[in-house]
């Protein structure tokens, strides 16, 4: 087990406690970050964005699932139950028990398939029809508050599917990866991921639209799982060591125990 759960004794200012602008120091510390993750791991292949209501049931079915087992179900699905394009009425129409089997190799399929067939069927009341396409012409907060009335939609996912998807809103998903890396980089307090994805989006440059904060995402990801993994950091040749407080604590306490 990693010892990094220690408070950072040189706690950061809280974003949400400063008034006015950010100082120089605070508005780059996210660039910072981007600059050396991009220089260790290169740049993101660009996504090509889903439709909302397939990045929804991506997004709804793939909480604590590998990306490749989530991958793989959203090619299940797409073989057994999409009719075209965006059309996943039948799949809304299967039986619980057959969407069950279908997405069996992803965490909880016992929870999740109940939970999404009701939400397809919720989508399909309240639109009149099964799709997402409408969210297009609200505000960010909007589409993301009404999102979070299906049930297993919270801020992580909402932010996904106003990101990711074709809505490409700004927004920072902010999942047990992300949160385990700006922790141990101490780059706001310590907090739950809705209350960090707040204080991130306080940081995050202006001139970075929907498109920079996914690759963002994808490189703080790319990270977690090559360097900064939960029970093994890779202290010593991490990009981000010299700005980390964690790794360098972790690699004094190394040469403490082995001088
Ligand atoms: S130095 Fe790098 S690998 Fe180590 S805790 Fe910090 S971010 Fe993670």
Not at 38 to 65: A, V
Not at 132 to 149: C, G, M, N, P, V
Request: net charge positive; aromatic share 6%; glycine share 4%.
């Amino acid at each position: 087990m990693a010892k990094d759960l220690i408070p950072n004794p040189e706690s950061p200012a809280d974003p949400e406690s400063v008034r006015g602008p950010l100082t120089p120091e605070q508005a780059d510390k996210l660039p910072h970050i981007h600059r050396l993750l991009l220089g260790y791991y290169g740049q993101p292949k660009p996504r090509e964005p889903w439709d909302p209501l397939t990045q929804f049931i991506y997004s709804l079915l793939s909480s604590r699932t590998k990306t490749p087992a989530s991958q793989q179900v959203m090619r299940d699905l797409e073989r057994i139950f999409r009719a075209g394009p965006g059309n996943w009425e039948p799949l809304r129409d299967a039986s619980v028990s057959d969407i069950e089997r279908a997405i069996a190799i992803v965490t909880f399929p016992e929870q999740k398939a109940p939970r999404l067939k009701q939400a397809l069927e919720q989508i399909t009341a309240r639109v009149g029809s099964l799709t997402l396409d409408f969210l297009a012409k609200y505000r960010t907060e909007k589409i993301r508050s009404w999102l979070e009335q299906f049930e297993g939609v919270g801020p992580q996912v909402s932010a996904a599917i106003v990101n990711f998807s074709t809505l490409r809103r700004r927004a920072l998903s902010i999942d047990a990866n992300h949160l385990r890396v700006i922790q141990r980089l101490c780059t706001v307090p310590r907090a739950d991921a809705a209350t960090t994805e707040t204080r991130l989006m306080r940081l995050v440059p202006e001139t970075w639209d929907a498109a920079m904060l996914d690759d963002h995402h994808t490189l703080i990801q790319l990270h977690a799982h090559t360097l900064c993994t939960f029970a093994d950091p890779k202290c010593a040749p991490c990009p981000l060591l010299k700005i980390c407080p964690t790794g360098q604590r972790n690699q004094a306490e190394l040469h403490l125990t082995n001088p």
